[in-house]
C-alpha cells in the first residue's frame, strides 16, 4: 500500500535522499539543524548527517547566499532555506548579482548547483513579511530556474530535481499546503524542470496555476464541471523556465487562459503567460487571458486575506467571462 | 547561580544580584514611587503576556511573540526615556509600548491580524510600527535621529533588537551610520540567549557590545534582568545622545523564558533545566525582593499590583476580543497617498465590488 | 532663447529647484555631496546648500533607505541616490518591506516622501552591474511608483513630480541620455506620473518603449516613416502605474502593439504592456503584441552590448512583422 | 611625514619607516632573493598600471580602476600566501591577481569589456573572479574557507577588499560568519583612504581592525606601504588559519595616489599638497631604499626591473589590443549548464540567427 506524504515530510524526505546520495551535499540556514526548521522541513536531519553538513546559521541572508556561492567554488552543493517569501529579500542583491551569473560570469568554469528554498506564498493567517508571493523577482532574474510544487509528491520530486540541477534552483514552498496529505512513491521521475503538469482535462478553457492557490484551481474546476464547463488545468510547477508547449497546446485546444496566482496583478506570472500564449497561439485566442490574481497592494493582514487571495468564486467567474466571450 | 551558561565572557553591569542584594549602588536616581511603578509596570506586563499566550491558544490571535523574563530590560529602558523621545521596536516589545503609553487593544491588533506595523499612531505615541524583518528597524531609528539632530531638537531615538539581529547586514549598516553622523541614538539589545532556536554562542563568535567601538561609540554590557543596573545605563546613554555625544550601544543580557512565539516548540533545542535555571533570575522577584528589603513595597502593595495585572489583563481581552475585522476597503486605502487612476482604481472596485 | 540642456544639467536643476523650494528637503547618497556625483547630477548642491542637506554616505544602500524611512517618520523628504542599477539590490528589502508598505503599516500615518534615483539601464559600455534594467523589480512591488524620463526635459519634470509626491518615486535614470542635449523652457508642468507620452502620431502600429532605448525607437519610427510605416511611438515615463488609456487608445487605434526594453523579456516590462493590451483591447488587436527586448540573459560585456540591445533593425523588423500580420 | 592625515588614530604596525630606515625587525622571513623579488613586482606592477591607464586613454580598455601607491599592500601580502591559498578580488587586485600568476592579458579581459568576472580560470589560477558589487566577495570567501575546512584542507582563503566596503552590510554578515565557523580565512583591507570621494573619516568613525574583536577574531593594524609589515602580518594571519586558529582582520593603511577609475576627477575632492605628501611614503622608494642600504639591490638591478617593466607592459598591450571580441553566442553559452528548451532556445536562435 502506497504511504501518504505530506509535503513537508515529502520534501524533508528529498532532502534526506539527496544528503544520503551525496556526500558533498551541504543544508543550512536558519533553525534548519537543531530544531528542524520552522515548518519542520529539515527535522531530524542534522541528527542522521551531524552538525557539519546540516547547520544553523545566524541571521544573515545575504551571508547565507554568499558562502553558497563560495562553496560553490569549493566544490559543494548547498541548499540553503530563506525563512520566509520576504527574508530573501536581504539576499536578493547576493542572488541576482552572483548566484545567478556566476556561472556566465566565469564562462562556465564554476557552476552553482544552489537550491533556495523558500516557504512562500500566503493563506495561513501570518503576518506582514509572512505571505508575500517573491516569485517575479527570481523569474525576472536571467540565470536562475524556479519551480513551485503544489503536493506532496511533486514536491519530492521537484526538490530533488532542483538539487540534483547543475543550475541555481529557486524552490518556493507553498507553505500552506506543508500538511494536506497525498498518497504514492516518492520518485525524482516524471516531469523535469521546465514542465507543466496537466492535472484536469479539458477543452472549454484553461486554468493555469501554481502553488498554494492550486487547490482553490481544482475545486473551482470541480465545480465548473458540474456547471458543464470542462477546464483544463495546468500546474505550471516550473516558472522557469516556463512550459511553453504545454501553454501553446492548451491555447490552441481552448482558445480561452486564465490564470490565476496570488501575487499582485502588475508583472505576475499572469502578464508573461498572458503575453507567451499571445506570442505563441494569437489566432487561436477566442478571449483576453484573463487574470485572476491578488491586488496590487501589499499583501494585507490576515483577517483581510480571503479578499486578497483568489477565491473559487473569482476563478470561477473568470473561467465564466472567458468561455461566454 | 546569575546568570545562564550563555552569558560567558565580560560580566555585565549589575547593581542587585540574582537575589536582590545590592552589588553595586541602588541609587539610580528612582524615587521609591518611581521603583513602585517600574515593579507594578512588571507586573502588569507578565501577566498581559500570558493573557495574550492564553488568547493565542483560543484563536483570539495568531502568532503572538511572549516577552517572559524580559521585563525588566524593556521596562528598565522604556522608563529612562523621556516624551521628546522615539522608539523603533521589534515585535517583541510589548512591555515597552505599555511603558510608552501605547493602547494595548491596539498594540494587539497586530497580532489580532487587524493591521500591520502599527495600528496605534506612531508619531502621537512615539513608538514606531512593529517590525518583522530582523534589524531593519535600526536604520530607521539612525535616520530618525538624524531628522531630530537636524532639527536641532532634544529627542533621543532608540531601537530595540535582540541577539540574532545583530548578525543582520543592517544592524551594521545602521550602526556605523550612527556613529558618523554622531546621531542621538541608543542601539538597545535584548539578548534573550536565542534566535528561535539558535542560542547567541552560535550567533557570534564576539560579544555584541564590543561591536561599539568599531564604530566609534561606547558600549556596555548590562545585566537585563537587573531593572535598576538597564534603567542607569540607558539613562546614561540617552543623557549622552541629548547632551550631543552620540549614540551608544547597549547589550542587556536577559533570558527568554517562553517560547520564541506560540508557533514554536523550544523542548526541541533546550532543556527544562535550562529554563528552570532561568527562574532563578528572573527579574520580577529580584527587584521585588530589595524593594521589599528597603521596605518600599509589601504584601498589600503586590497584591493591588496583581490585581490591576488581572483587571488590565481581562479589560484588555475585553477589547481585543471585541475588536471587529477590518473593512476590506482598507486594503486599499493606505498604499498611497495620491493612489493611480486607471487599472488600480479598476482593481479597487473589482475587489470591493465583488 | 530657449536654454539647452542635457539630461544630467536637467536633473541637476531639478535637484536645486526642489531644494530651494522645500527647506525640509534632502539629498543624501554615495559620492553626491563633495564630488557630485558620477554622473554630475548633484554637481553643485553640496556647496549651495551645505553639508547638512546634500551629504556623503558610507557605501550602505540598505542603510541609506532605512535612514530615509526614518527620516520621513522624522517629517524629512529624502532624495536617495543608488549609484547604479545593481547597486540598488542590496536596499531592495528595505524598499520592498518599508519604503513601498511603510504607509500602509501605518494606516496613512506616516506617508514616505522618499524618491529614489537610480542611473540605469545600458548602452554605455559599462561593466558588469552597470547596466542593467531594474524595473521589473519595482514596478512589481506595490506602494510604489516608477518613472522613467528619457529627455532633459522630462526628467527635469519627473523628478520634480518625483519630489513632490507623497508616495515613494522611483527615478530611473537612462544613464545613456545624460549628455544628450534638448532645448526648452524647464517646467513641472505637462503630462503628471501615471501619464505617458505620445512623442510621434502614427496609425500602422503602435511602439511602445522608456528610457535610453527610446532614442533607437524614435530612429526606427523615423526610417519606418520613410518605408510608408506610419508608428506611433509612445514614451510610457511612467511604468507603475501605467497610462491604461493611452495603450488602450493606441490599440484601439492601431491594432498592433510593439513593446521594446533593453531588460530581459520574461517578466520584462512588455510582458505587462502585452497583457494589459489584450484586457483593455484584445477586439482591436490584429496581431500579437511583439515584445523586442534584451535577451533572457545576464547584460553581457561591453564588447556585445550591441548584441543585447534592441537595435534598430530588430525595433523595424517587428514593426513591420505586425504590420504584415 | 609618515602618514596621511587619514591615518589617525593608532599607528599601525610598521617595520620601515617612510624614509626606508627599520623602526622594527626586518628579518621577516623573506631571505634576498625573495626581497629583490618583491621589489621587482612592485617595479612591474606599477608600470603595468600605468600602462593600462594609457591604454584607457586610447580607447583600449573601457574604465580602468588604478592602484598606484598599494602594490606593498598587495604584494606584501599576495607573496605570504601559498598555492593551495585562494584569493577573493575586488576589482583592484591586479598586481594580486599578477603575484597569483594570473595571465595579464587574460586579466584585462575584463576591462576591455570581452568578458565580465574571470575570464581566466579561477579554480586553475586560485585566484577568483574581479568582483564589483562591493562587499559580496567576502561572503564567497568564507564560504570558500568552510568548504576548505569540511574538506580537511589546508588552504587559506583570503578577501580582498577596501575601506569603503566595510561599511556594507556584506562586509558584517561574511565576517561574523567567518567567526562563528572559525574559518580558514584572512580577511584583507586595504584602506586606501578614500571610497571613490569619500574619505575614510566619513566612512566610520572607528577603526576598521577593530571590528575583529566584535566578532572574536583578532585585528590587526599594519602599514600597508611598507612591504615587510605586510607580508609580516599577513604570513602570521596565515599560518593562524591554517592551523585552524581561525580568521583575521587586517587593516593596511595606504593611499590611492590615482583617480578612482579612469572615470573619476579626484581634483573635485582631493588638494594635489595631499597627494604629493602621499608620495614621500610611497612603498617602492621605501623598499628599494632599504634593499640598497642591505646591499641586496643596485643601480643595475633596479634598471633590469625598469626594462623588464617596460617589456611586461608592451608585451601586455600588445595581448590586450589583440584581443578580439568574443562570439555573440557567448551571450548565451554560459548561463545554464543545463540550458532550457523553449521560449530560451528560440531566443538564441533570434539573437544569434540574426
Ligand atoms: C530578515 C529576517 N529574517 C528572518 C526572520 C525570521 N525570524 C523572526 S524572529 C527571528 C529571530 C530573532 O532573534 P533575535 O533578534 O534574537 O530576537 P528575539 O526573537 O530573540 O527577540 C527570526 C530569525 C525575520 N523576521 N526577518
Ligand atoms: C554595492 C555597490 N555599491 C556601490 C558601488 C559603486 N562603487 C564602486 S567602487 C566604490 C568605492 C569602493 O571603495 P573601497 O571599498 O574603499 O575600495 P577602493 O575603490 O578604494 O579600492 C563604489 C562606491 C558598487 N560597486 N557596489
Ligand atoms: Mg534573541
Ligand atoms: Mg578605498
Redesign the interface.
Known amino acids: 500500500m502506497a504511504e501518504s506524504w505530506t509535503l513537508s515530510g515529502a520534501l524533508n524526505r528529498a532532502l534526506l535522499d539527496a544528503l544520503d546520495d551525496d556526500p558533498r551535499l551541504?543544508v543550512f540556514g536558519?533553525?534548519v539543524?537543531?530544531?528542524?526548521g520552522?515548518f519542520r522541513v529539515t527535522d531530524g536531519l542534522q541528527a542522521k548527517f551531524g552538525a557539519?553538513r546540516v547547520f544553523?546559521?545566524?541571521?544573515?541572508?545575504?551571508?547565507i547566499?554568499?558562502?553558497?556561492?563560495?562553496?560553490?567554488?569549493?566544490?559543494?552543493r548547498s541548499v540553503i532555506e530563506m525563512q520566509f517569501d520576504?527574508?530573501s529579500?536581504?539576499a536578493?542583491?547576493?542572488v541576482?548579482?552572483?548566484v545567478?551569473?556566476?556561472?556566465?560570469?566565469?564562462?562556465?568554469?564554476?557552476?552553482m548547483p544552489i537550491t533556495i528554498r523558500i516557504p512562500s506564498f500566503g493563506g495561513i493567517?501570518?503576518?506582514?513579511?509572512?505571505g508575500e508571493s517573491p516569485e517575479?523577482?527570481y523569474?525576472?532574474t536571467?540565470?536562475l530556474?524556479v519551480v513551485v510544487p503544489s503536493s506532496p509528491l511533486d514536491g519530492y520530486r521537484l526538490l530533488r530535481l532542483a538539487i540534483a540541477?547543475?543550475?541555481p534552483v529557486v524552490v518556493l514552498e507553498p507553505k500552506a499546503r506543508y500538511w494536506g496529505k497525498e498518497e504514492g512513491e516518492l520518485t525524482a521521475d516524471g516531469p523535469g524542470i521546465?514542465e507543466g503538469r496537466m492535472l484536469r482535462e479539458g477543452d472549454s478553457c484553461a486554468i493555469v496555476s501554481y502553488g498554494s492557490i492550486m487547490a482553490r484551481v481544482l475545486q473551482a474546476a470541480d465545480a465548473l464541471a458540474a456547471e458543464g464547463i470542462a477546464a483544463r488545468v495546468i500546474d505550471l510547477r516550473s516558472l522557469?523556465?516556463?512550459?511553453?508547449?504545454m501553454l501553446a497546446t492548451a491555447a490552441r485546444d481552448t482558445g480561452r487562459i486564465v490564470v490565476v496566482h496570488e501575487?499582485?496583478?502588475?508583472?505576475?506570472?499572469?502578464?508573461?503567460v498572458?503575453?507567451?500564449v499571445?506570442?505563441l497561439a494569437?489566432d487561436f485566442?477566442e478571449?483576453?487571458?484573463e487574470?485572476v490574481t491578488g491586488?496590487?497592494?501589499?499583501y494585507?493582514?490576515?483577517?483581510?486575506e480571503e479578499?486578497?487571495l483568489p477565491s473559487i468564486?473569482?476563478i470561477s467567474a473568470a473561467v465564466r467571462k472567458v468561455v461566454a466571450y | 547561580m546569575q546568570s545562564p551558561e550563555h552569558w560567558g565572557g565580560t560580566e555585565p553591569f549589575r547593581i542587585l544580584s540574582a537575589d536582590g542584594t545590592p552589588v553595586g549602588d541602588p541609587q539610580v536616581g528612582l524615587g521609591a514611587d518611581a521603583l513602585r511603578d517600574a515593579l507594578r509596570r512588571m507586573i502588569v506586563a507578565r501577566r498581559l503576556d500570558r493573557e495574550c499566550i492564553a488568547l493565542q491558544r483560543q484563536g483570539e490571535l495568531t502568532v503572538y511573540p511572549g516577552f517572559e523574563g524580559q521585563e525588566a530590560a524593556q521596562i528598565g529602558s522604556a522608563i529612562a526615556l523621556g516624551s521628546e523621545d522615539f522608539v523603533f521596536p521589534t515585535f517583541r516589545e510589548l512591555a515597552v509600548a505599555m511603558a510608552r503609553g501605547v493602547d494595548a487593544v491596539q498594540y494587539l491588533q497586530y497580532h489580532r491580524g487587524t493591521w500591520h506595523g502599527g495600528p496605534y499612531d506612531p508619531r502621537a505615541t512615539r513608538f514606531g510600527p512593529i517590525c518583522i524583518p530582523i534589524a531593519t528597524q535600526i536604520a530607521h531609528a539612525v535616520g530618525h535621529a538624524l531628522g531630530t539632530k537636524l532639527d536641532g531638537g532634544s529627542g533621543v531615538t532608540v531601537a530595540y533588537f535582540g541577539d540574532g539581529s545583530t548578525s543582520e547586514g543592517d544592524f551594521h549598516e545602521a550602526a556605523n551610520l550612527a556613529g558618523v553622523w554622531q546621531v542621538p541614538a541608543v542601539l538597545f539589545c535584548q539578548n534573550n540567549g536565542f534566535a528561535i532556536s539558535v542560542p547567541t554562542a552560535q550567533q557570534t563568535a564576539g560579544e555584541i557590545w564590543r561591536r561599539a567601538e568599531g564604530y566609534g561609540f561606547p558600549g556596555v554590557r548590562v545585566d537585563g534582568n537587573d531593572l535598576l543596573a538597564v534603567y542607569a545605563v540607558t539613562r546614561d546613554a540617552v543623557a549622552r545622545a541629548r547632551a550631543g555625544e552620540g549614540p551608544t550601544l547597549i547589550e542587556a543580557l536577559t533570558y527568554r523564558i517562553g517560547a520564541h512565539s506560540t508557533a514554536d516548540d523550544p523542548g526541541r533545542y533546550r532543556g527544562d533545566d535550562e529554563v528552570e535555571a532561568a527562574r532563578s533570575f528572573d527579574p520580577i522577584p529580584r527587584l521585588e525582593t530589595w524593594l521589599r528589603a528597603e521596605g518600599h513595597v509589601d504584601d498589600a502593595f503586590v497584591t493591588a499590583c496583581a490585581e490591576e495585572a488581572d483587571a488590565f489583563a481581562l479589560a484588555t481581552r475585553e477589547g481585543v476580543v471585541a475588536t471587529p475585522a477590518p473593512p476590506a476597503e482598507w486594503m486599499f486605502d493606505w498604499t498611497y497617498a495620491e493612489p493611480p487612476g486607471g487599472a488600480w482604481a479598476r482593481q479597487r472596485e473589482e475587489a470591493l465590488g465583488g
Chains 1, 3 share one sequence.
Open positions: 551541504l536558519q533553525d539543524g537543531r530544531s528542524g520552522v557539519e544553523d546559521t545566524p541571521i544573515s541572508e545575504a551571508g547566499a554568499g558562502a553558497a556561492v563560495g562553496l560553490a567554488f569549493a566544490g559543494w520576504a527574508f529579500y536581504p536578493l542583491e547576493q541576482i548579482d552572483h545567478a551569473k556566476m556561472r556566465e560570469r566565469t564562462r562556465g568554469r564554476v557552476d493567517k501570518g503576518k506582514e513579511h509572512h517575479t523577482y523569474v525576472h536571467a540565470g530556474k540541477d547543475p543550475d521546465g522557469s523556465p516556463l512550459d511553453d508547449e501575487a499582485p496583478r502588475t508583472l505576475g506570472m499572469g502578464a508573461e498572458a503575453a507567451r499571445m506570442e494569437f485566442l478571449a483576453p487571458v487574470r491586488w496590487d497592494v501589499p494585507p493582514p490576515a483577517s483581510l479578499r486578497y468564486e473569482r
